[in-house]
């Protein structure tokens, strides 16, 4: 039997290409709370409209709206086999609504952590490039192209930055997120929910680990 999948792991670690493999190999959706309060943003049901006044307040969306917008969204179709959250839950008072919300829908449930260390992490994304022709990507520490900061297929193009991938911005956005998770991690890990995948291998390495996780009986 598939599962609900809560995917955690730090920007960097590359859980939404997890989530993407998840998709396209087992049919599970990926279910991201951002995308759906953009998503409601745009309809004109009851729920979109209170959830709509509380976005444009500015203040944090309640947990007992989040929750009803996540059961929402899980009642649709493709939800019934199971499905993948990525940013629900934040905390374990949404973690103990989803565990209400798992039981209801008849599916068991597992926490999966991407789990890379912080050094790796900063390197990851500070060491970032990409083409701005192609949009092939690098990495100066881990896939340099062939002659420094232009792109192999294209010679005369300058490969870019983002912005944000600088040291500052990532160890702020890595403490922020360590800050965050660290309470869900000791949830799932009390309640023997949670499995801890090795980030720092290949993709599809990592892939048959979660796949193990969703497709166990465990």
């Known amino acids: 039997m598939l599962k609900i999948i809560v ?9 939404g290409t997890q989530a993407r493999l998840l998709r396209e190999r087992l049919g ?3 279910i991201s709370t ?11 049901t009851p729920l979109a409209e209170e959830l709509r006044l509380i976005l444009d307040s500015g203040v944090l969306v309640p947990d007992e709206l989040t929750i009803r917008v996540v059961e929402e969204r899980t009642s649709k179709p493709d939800c019934r086999n199971g499905y993948v959250l990525d940013g629900f839950p934040r905390t374990p008072a949404q973690a103990d609504m989803l565990e209400t919300l798992a039981a209801g829908q008849g599916h068991p449930l597992v926490a999966v952590l ?3 260390p912080f050094d790796i992490l900063e390197k990851r994304v500070t060491g970032r490039r990409n083409c701005p022709v192609c949009g092939e990507i690098y990495n100066v520490y881990f896939k340099p192209p062939k002659f420094d900061e232009v792109c192999d297929l294209h010679p005369s193009a300058k490969l870019h930055r983002r912005a944000d991938d600088n040291a500052e911005t990532i160890k702020t956005r890595l403490a922020t997120y360590g800050q965050e998770t660290q309470p869900l991690i000791e949830y799932y890990e009390r309640t023997s929910r949670l499995r801890r995948v090795d980030g720092t291998r290949g993709v599809e390495a990592i892939y048959a680990d979660i796949e193990n996780a969703v497709t166990g009986d465990k």
């Open 7 to 15: 995917l955690m792991g730090a920007p960097g670690a590359g859980k």
């Open 28 to 30: 599970l959706p990926h």
């Open 34 to 44: 951002g995308d759906m309060f953009r998503a409601m943003k745009e309809s004109h």
């Open 114 to 116: 991407v789990d890379v």
